[in-house]
């Protein structure tokens, strides 16, 4: 017994080592992963401040250049403004005294009503040309106040493109000691123009900063822009972060399938081992009766012994083929010797043969082989083991009387093959997984139910190689059902 349990401690404790192994693993990949995309995070966002401050910069370049722009315009129209002030009033003072020289010679001059009343319509007159002279030039300097704030969009649009902001902007002038708003470009935005946008005097070195009006710019999408800009970027980190993150997953889900492969591995071996004790030690047992000097021997003993053993070797042989058509599956190297086929007869044979266990068990199979069109392309022998697997699982996973039907119909270029129970049935969650190699529904007991969970991975893999499907249909103490659908030979 001592010998017995030493295995299943080793093994037990193996597989919580490697349990532990496996969860640590899976935190220190999930604190590595986590650090590098804390990481990724991080140098985004320093790209996008670094951004910002370039977008900063550049307006304020920009907008400092069109300042500076302005200002010496202002500078050389005040300067050409009052040259021509000067200009005109030396022409005015001329004038002014050339007028007054007359006048003053003229009023010398005897003069009676009617002269006296000529003379202060002619000073009337000269007095209206000197204010329209002085009026005019004002109405030219107002013409050109009022084409000022469309010529410096244009500057600062054309500014902006030469630094590569080509976003939308909203411009405004605002005049603090008038405290209104003297231009702005469309009209939207106003408190974010007054309150969150650049700001920048005008005419700085000309007027006092508490009186100069101020250049105000606002952008509504910077930050749409500056994404923008980094969109590159974030596409190449996102896509990154998500093949971190994929290859994160496939390797932990690589890791568990390992794991499972390799518990389901063990109990295959402990399984295997259980399934050829039995035999093996009723051979040996036989022999050894038969050995054995003080049992009388004769005809009926010695049939009944031999009988044992070939019963027992055959069984061995069909374990060993199994495992060896499971090997072979798993290579790829499963050679099918196709040839034209009744499925039907391949059917009956498969039922009569496993007619005897179900018998032994009080049951029946029953077949309803109802499809007109039978003929299918296929290897015999697959096709028969195909059958006789679904049969022998419908019988060995029964408890009560095992009542199995084998139904046939045909369905559009196919047929199809249904073998249905009325055994302890299959839960939704392991459905998924009855056709994995290895794999044995739990039942509470290793042994329970001899086998090596080969038989529906093989049945599986001989149906794909015919070019066909299977599925199944269960519930828990209600039997299971398994359809197959293989293709016809075309007519």
Same mark, same amino acid.
């Given at each position: ?20 192994? #496996? ?13 590098? $995309? ?70 010398? @001059? ?30 030219? /300097? ?12 244009? $500057? ?28 702005? /470009? ?9 309150? @969150? ?45 998500? #093949? ?32 050829? &004790?039995?035999? !093996?030690?009723? #051979? ?34 069909? $374990? ?33 043969? &496993? ?9 029946? #199979? ?64 392991? @459905? ?32 794909? /190689? ?22 016809? !030979?075309?007519?």
């Amino acid at each position: 017994m001592l010998s017995c349990c030493k295995p299943r401690k080793s093994i037990a404790y193996l597989c919580s080592v490697n349990k532990k192994l #496996i969860v640590g693993i899976v935190i220190v990949m999930s604190v590595a992963l986590i650090g590098m $995309m804390a990481i990724q995070i991080y140098l985004i966002g320093d790209a996008v401040k670094v951004k910002e401050a370039t977008f900063v910069r550049d307006v304020n370049q920009a907008l400092n250049h069109v300042v500076m722009v302005l200002e010496k315009e202002e500078m050389q129209r005040q300067f050409e403004h009052h040259m021509n002030v000067m200009n005109r009033r030396a022409s005015l003072i001329s004038v002014y005294d050339s007028i007054n020289l007359t006048f003053q010679k003229e009023l010398q @001059q005897p003069m009676n009503e009617e002269e006296y009343s000529a003379f202060l319509r002619r000073s009337t007159l000269a007095q209206e040309m000197l204010q329209e002279m002085i009026f005019g030039y004002n109405d030219e /300097k107002s013409t050109a106040k009022e084409m000022e704030p469309v010529r410096i969009d244009s $500057m600062v649009k054309a500014e902006f493109k030469r630094y590569g902001i080509d976003t939308h902007y909203e411009l405004g002038i605002f005049s603090p000691t008038r405290n209104a708003m003297l231009f702005q /470009k469309s009209g939207k935005y106003p408190q974010q123009l007054l309150n @969150q946008s650049f700001a920048f005097d005008m005419y700085p070195t000309i007027a006092p900063a508490r009186f100069a009006d101020k250049l105000l710019v606002y952008f509504p999408f910077e930050k749409r822009f500056l994404v923008r800009q980094l969109s590159e970027l974030l596409l190449i980190s996102g896509i990154l972060i998500l #093949i971190i993150i994929l290859s994160f997953v496939a390797t932990i889900y690589t890791i568990i399938r390992q794991k499972k492969l390799s518990e389901m591995k063990s109990d295959f071996v402990n399984n295997m081992t259980h399934e050829f &004790k039995t035999p !093996i030690s009723t #051979i040996g047992l036989a022999c050894e009766a038969l050995k054995d000097n003080d049992i009388q021997k004769s005809e009926v003993l010695y049939s009944t012994y031999i009988n044992m053993i070939d019963e027992e070797n055959k069984r061995l042989g069909v $374990m060993a083929e199994q495992i060896l058509q499971s090997a072979v599956l798993e290579k790829g190297e499963i050679v099918l010797k196709k040839d034209k086929i009744i499925l039907h007869d391949i059917v009956r044979e498969a039922v009569a043969s &496993k007619l005897l266990q179900a018998k032994s068990k009080n049951g029946h #199979i029953f077949t309803e082989l109802k499809a007109d069109d039978n003929m299918v392309l296929g290897d015999k022998v697959h096709l028969t083991n195909m059958v006789l697997n679904l049969i022998d699982n419908a019988l060995k996973y029964t408890e009560d009387v095992p009542q199995v039907v084998v139904k046939s119909r045909n369905i559009p270029n196919a047929i199809e093959l249904v073998v249905q129970d009325n055994g302890i049935g299959i839960n939704k969650s392991n @459905q998924k997984r009855i056709f994995e190699k290895l794999y044995r529904v739990p039942t509470g007991n290793v042994h329970n139910v001899k086998g090596f969970g080969l038989g529906l991975s093989y049945v599986k893999a001989v149906v794909e /190689k015919h070019g066909g499907m299977i599925g199944v249909n269960s519930e828990l103490k209600k039997g299971s059902t398994f359809y197959i659908r293989l293709p016809l !030979i075309e007519a």
